[in-house]
Every structure is written in structure tokens, then in C-alpha cells.
């Protein structure tokens, strides 16, 4: 290898579309993500089936996964010649927004004028860019902030609060994880900042509670457990008032049904406090207590009297104990013309 071949190899760059960054890589696997910047950095127009193998540093099971993972989320595609080819992602956005623009009426040159709308917008979106996206957001969530802002009418502090939930999940740099939250918040009428901050409290009750749960079970939460996690958070439960509800279901064992049949009793009765609910239990306790002896008593003697039953108690030699003794029925024994001797 000559000098010039080491000083193309040290000073070759590798361009990557910010759409490939904002609007498909955080829902892609490694392996596709690895394959498809060594198939960008080789520089080729297409590749056939062994040209990828070659250049994939996985199995081959692993690396037709992730060809058919990139196809699948349209970054690649297959000519007539069979060989891969790159898919031309920024014309398929351009096509998209014109085709969008067509479907509307075409373009309205008043959305070029200065408004103090449009200057609420760029700050806005400053904003979100400084916050979320350490100064550089991508030209698609723009498109976001206009839709949610114009088409979906949310005021602009719950626009910016969209994206800083994006942000705790981790989600902010894929496009259509964040769209899917604001056309959920569109759907459920989520426009205003009062009912974005009931929503994120909720959210956030449901994450303590889960957190609280799984402490205590020691397992992880399944879809069922989640479902009631959420109809106590919506409830406004404390989480205080939710542990002492596991607790009280340590004898028969701590399952989300359980619990939320604790739970839904006590708010029959009006119990909204952990000193209530204490006080509920004890007297519940005192009940089924009373039932349960009632039903022993029952059993064993027909509900009749000691002394009715044929039992009596008898002291022992020091007069310390008690002792259960049955008197014998002896009227069965009359029937044989009673005692006999034992000499005849």
C-alpha cells in the first residue's frame, strides 16, 4: 500500500443523512445498524447476497436478519438484477411533504409571512432544540412542532412538553415513536397545559406504583398487573395506602388481583387513609374470627353445651391441668339384657 492509498484510507469520511439519525435508527437493531454504515462506507451503488456476507462482521443467520430488517424499514431495496441497493431516503421525504402539500391544495404563500404565530413557533422550537437536542433537532421534528402547533392546536408549552417526555423515555430521536405520543395526546384532547400536567402526574403515579409492586412481589409486572396499576393511579391511591394493601395480603399471597379486590372493598367503604384501612381490618379480622370459632363449635358438638355433648372436665392428681373426658354412652349395652358376670 502506497502513501497515497494510506492517506485516502486516514482521510475518507462516511456521509450519513441526519433522516437516517432522527427518523430510522433508534428503531433499528445493532446488527442492522452496523451493516448498513459498512455498506455506506464501502461506497458501492449495489451489492449482491455475498458482498454483504463479505463486509458483515456477523453470522450469516445474524446478517440476513438485519438485511431483511433494513428492506423492512425501507432503507434498502432489491433491483431486478437481485442485488441490494440503497433506498434515496431524502427523495422519499421530499415526495412525501409534496405529496402532502398537493393533497391540501397546494402551497399557501401566507404561511410565508411573519406572524407573531410564526415567531412563537421558531421560539419554540429554539427551545426544544437547546433542551432536547443539544442545539441540533432534525428537519422532521420541525414538521412535528408545525402539526402539532397549527393542526393539532396544542398550546406551546405542552408541544415543548412532548418532546421533554420524548426525551425521558429516551425517544427523542425517533420520529415516530414522538408522533405516535402526539397523536395519542391529539386523540385523548390533551391540548392544554393543565391537562398535559393531570396526564404526566398520572404517568408518573403509575411509575412509583410499579416501582413499589415489583418491590414487593419481587417479580416483574405483567400486562394484567400494569392494567390495575394504572386504574389506582387514575383513582388518585396513595402509594402508602396500595403497600399496606400487599401487606394485607401476605397470608393468601400478593398478586395485582388480590390486592386490587383489597382495594376496591376499601373504597366501597369510604376508605381513603392507611389508619382507616387499618381499623377496617381489625374489625373484618374480629368477624370472620367470631364466624370460625362459631363453625368449630358447631362441628364439633352440634352447637350444643359441653355437658350436652357428654363431655365433662376432669382435674388431674395435682389439680394443675384439665383434661377433655367423653362419658360413654352405656344404653347400647341394654339391649343384650345388660351386665352379665364374668363367672358364668
Request: aromatic residues 10%; glycine residues 6%; proline residues 0%.
Amino acid at each position: 500500500m502506497g502513501e497515497k492509498d494510506y492517506s485516502q484510507l486516514l482521510l475518507s469520511d462516511t456521509s450519513i443523512e441526519d433522516l437516517f439519525i432522527c427518523q430510522y435508527m433508534a428503531r433499528l437493531s445493532k446488527e442492522a445498524i452496523c451493516i448498513y454504515l459498512l455498506l455506506k462506507m464501502d461506497g458501492k451503488g449495489k451489492y449482491s447476497k455475498k458482498d454483504v456476507e463479505e463486509r458483515s462482521i456477523f453470522s450469516k443467520q445474524e446478517t440476513e436478519e438485519a438485511m431483511a430488517e433494513l428492506i423492512s424499514a425501507g432503507l434498502l431495496a432489491k433491483n431486478k438484477s437481485d442485488n441490494f441497493v440503497f433506498v434515496d431516503i431524502k427523495k422519499e421525504e421530499i415526495d412525501s411533504y409534496c405529496s402532502g402539500v398537493i393533497a391540501r391544495g397546494g402551497a399557501d404563500l401566507s404561511d410565508l409571512e411573519l406572524s407573531p404565530l410564526k415567531k412563537e413557533r421558531d421560539d419554540l422550537c429554539n427551545s426544544i432544540s437547546k433542551t432536547v437536542y443539544a442545539g441540533k433537532m432534525g428537519y422532521v421534528f420541525y414538521r412535528l412542532v408545525d402539526r402539532c402547533l397549527f393542526r393539532y392546536e396544542f398550546e406551546s408549552i405542552v408541544i415543548y412538553k412532548l418532546f421533554l417526555e420524548a426525551k425521558e423515555r429516551k425517544i427523542q430521536y425517533d420520529y415516530r415513536a414522538v408522533e405516535k405520543i402526539a397523536e395519542e395526546w391529539n386523540k385523548d384532547g390533551i391540548r392544554t397545559a393543565e391537562k398535559v400536567d393531570q396526564v404526566l402526574k398520572s404517568r408518573q403515579n403509575v411509575e412509583e406504583i410499579t416501582k413499589l409492586v415489583g418491590k414487593i412481589t419481587r417479580k416483574r409486572v405483567n400486562e394484567y398487573d400494569l392494567e390495575r396499576i394504572e386504574k389506582w393511579a387514575e383513582l388518585n391511591m396513595s402509594t402508602d395506602l396500595i403497600e399496606f394493601a400487599c401487606r394485607s395480603n401476605e397470608y393468601r399471597g400478593i398478586t395485582s388481583k388480590n390486592v386490587d379486590e383489597t382495594l376496591t372493598n376499601w373504597m366501597l367503604a369510604g376508605i381513603k387513609t392507611v389508619d382507616e384501612a387499618s381499623k377496617y381490618e381489625a374489625e373484618l379480622h374480629k368477624e370472620n374470627t367470631k364466624k370460625y370459632s362459631g363453625r368449630r363449635t358447631k362441628g364439633v358438638s352440634g352447637g350444643r353445651s359441653g355437658s350436652e355433648a357428654g363431655i365433662t372436665y376432669v382435674g388431674d392428681a395435682e389439680g394443675t391441668k384439665e383434661t377433655s373426658v367423653k362419658k360413654e354412652n352405656t344404653d347400647i349395652f341394654d339391649l343384650f339384657g345388660g351386665d352379665e358376670d364374668e363367672n358364668d
